[in-house]
Nanobody, 118 residues
């Protein structure tokens, strides 16, 4: 089991920037582990926006955030950040950190942090 805690949300103006952080209770031993950021806008389903495979360093981005958001992790693989720039109103939502032992196998979730762009 992995515990995830997000931080860094808040309110920001259109075009502004924000950095989210997610702390994991332990690193990942699974070779195909993946973790990252998901967003749930009001009335919509949760969507993956940026993830990283801790062991390979491979990153994945949703088309809607490519070129604006950057995911990064520390060497201990217990922290990830999401640097968000050029924020738009449609980026508003609850941002969750998710993690799992395999590619796209997200089993563990944080409580979320709210981002509001206006």
């Amino acid at each position: 089991h992995v515990q995830l805690v997000e931080s860094g949300g808040g309110s920001v103006q259109i075009g502004g920037s924000l950095t989210l952080a997610c702390a994991a209770s332990r690193g990942f031993d699974d070779a195909d582990a993946e973790w990252g950021w998901f967003r749930q806008a009001p009335g919509k389903e949760r969507e993956g926006i940026a993830t990283v495979e801790p062991n390979s360093g491979r990153t994945y981005y949703a088309d809607s955030v490519k070129g604006r958001f950057t995911i990064s992790q520390d060497n201990a693989e217990t922290m990830i950040w999401l640097r968000m720039t050029g924020l738009k109103p449609e980026d508003t939502g609850m941002y969750y950190c998710g993690a799992g032992p395999g590619h796209r196998d997200f089993r563990f979730w944080g409580q979320g942090t709210q981002v509001t762009v206006s």
